[in-house]
């Protein structure tokens, strides 16, 4: 039974939701993120139902079925292919292609996404860090942490975001923290909870508690 473009956008809502959470998606949780009423979610949770792409019980929360999470994963694959090509190959910043690839990822075509990751040279992971599943739906996850949980004389390397948001991304352009960049963690400040970083051009910044908790860091092993 085929699916519309906002069923899919919803699959991929609870599949994210779900993942951050480790419970669930809640009706409230996917209003949020569809920026819809909770009454139109639950229409719309109904119709997912009905073709057995969730199952859903009132004040439990939604899960996907092994079809729904097939489906999500496959769309997820597709966005995020999507922001690699427009990055890679047609010079976009990483703050100008979530929209462009919520566009692109409803295209389908026999072949298509693995004609394009094989070009792409079967990237892991998308503009933002976040993992890309391969073809079989198998992901590949970093070993990294929130830039709030790490303790003063650590060491690491920005691999990912957890905000998607321009304005972020266009801030941390700002500061020099895209992808790849080396940070050390001199201070925290109790008060605030913000901290001080030392990046890898000798710069030192100070950055708020939601940047921290907003930015992932895979820690440098020790001698590197």
Do not use: C
């Amino acid at each position: 039974m085929p699916i519309t473009q906002a069923e899919e956008n919803y699959l991929k809502a609870i599949f994210k939701i779900a993942e951050k959470d480790d419970k669930p998606a809640l009706t409230n949780a996917i209003a949020a993120v569809m920026q819809t009423s909770a009454a139109s979610v639950t229409d719309m949770l109904k119709r997912l139902a009905d073709k057995q792409l969730i199952t859903y019980e009132k004040y439990r929360g939604v899960q996907l079925t092994e079809e729904g999470h097939r489906l999500s994963t496959a769309l997820i694959r597709r966005h995020r292919l999507w922001e690699v090509f427009l990055t890679e190959k047609l010079g976009f910043a990483w703050d100008e292609v979530h929209d462009l690839a919520e566009q692109l990822e409803h295209i389908q075509g026999n072949g298509l996404i693995d004609r394009l990751d094989n070009f792409l040279g079967n990237p892991g992971f998308d503009p933002h860090g976040d993992p890309i599943p391969n073809a079989e739906g198998h992901w590949t996850y970093r070993n990294q942490s929130l830039l709030a949980t790490l303790q003063p004389g650590t060491q690491g390397v920005v691999t990912g975001v957890d905000d998607h948001s321009a304005t972020f991304l266009q801030y941390l352009d700002q500061l020099g923290l895209a992808l790849g960049a080396q940070v050390s963690l001199l201070e925290q400040f109790p008060y605030d909870h913000s901290v001080r970083v030392r990046t890898g051009d000798g710069r030192e910044l100070v950055l708020s508690e939601k940047v921290t908790k907003n930015l992932y860091i895979k820690l440098l092993e020790s001698g590197n």
